[in-house]
């Protein structure tokens, strides 16, 4: 009973922040509320016996990522009336594509893994269990291919961020060194024959 309550606290909590992070006026509240969000999934996950998850939630996305996110809207000032125009002309859509969402997700996991009963009943692990060990073992072993296919996506993706932001400027005298390399030892250094000073008539 304690397990469900302490569930229905968390759940609730969390559907609340992540309702306020798209209807609060304010982007500096909406990133707060997301923090609120990434707290409530981290005790959802603490639940589900899943800590290297939680942690790595609160440590990445909370000490790190929201971080950034905050400094950036604090500086950026975003102006709100322009972004909140015509947000109730798509809310019915937003609507349906969240029910299509939750059937998709619904339908893949099932009963098997999702509902309450998982996380009131987790499967009983001795204490020489280890979680992170286990996600480690399949990450490697049974999804190594789809492991390394992002770590390439994630690399191309980093790549073309710094190829698209990189901006030469006219100001800088550093040298060039595909100029250097094709530089020829001739031509560095040109003798020019002294013409002797005209005599005045």
């Given at each position: 009973?304690?397990?469900?309550?302490?569930?229905?606290?968390?759940?609730?909590?969390?559907?609340?922040?992540?309702?306020?992070?798209?209807?609060?006026?304010?982007?500096?509240?909406?990133?707060?509320?997301?923090?609120?969000?990434?707290?409530?999934?981290?005790?959802?996950?603490?639940?589900?016996?899943?800590?290297?998850?939680?942690?790595?939630?609160?440590?990445?996305?909370?000490?790190?990522?929201m971080v950034l996110f905050l400094f950036v809207v604090m500086m950026l000032d975003i102006n709100i009336a322009v972004v909140r125009e015509g947000f109730a002309r798509y809310v019915p859509i937003a609507g349906a594509v969240a029910v299509l969402m939750l059937a998709a997700i619904g339908t893949v996991l099932g009963r098997d893994h999702f509902g309450l009963a998982q996380v009131a009943a987790p499967g009983p692990v001795g204490p020489e269990h280890e979680n992170t060990a286990e996600l480690g073992r399949v990450l490697y072993t049974q999804y190594v291919l789809p492991f390394e296919v992002a770590s390439v996506v994630l690399l191309v993706a980093i790549i073309a961020a710094i190829a698209l932001t990189l901006r030469g400027t006219r100001q800088s005298k550093a040298p060039r060194p595909e100029h250097q390399v094709l530089a020829n030892s001739r031509e560095r250094v040109r003798l020019v024959k002294a013409m002797s000073p005209e005599t005045p008539e």
């Open positions: 009973m304690f397990e469900q309550t302490i569930f229905y606290l968390f759940s609730a909590g969390l559907v609340f922040a992540a309702v306020m992070v798209i209807t609060v006026r304010n982007p500096v509240h909406a990133v707060l509320f997301l923090v609120v969000a990434f707290f409530a999934s981290a005790g959802l996950w603490l639940q589900l016996e899943a800590e290297f998850l939680a942690i790595a939630l609160v440590l990445v996305y909370v000490g790190a990522v």
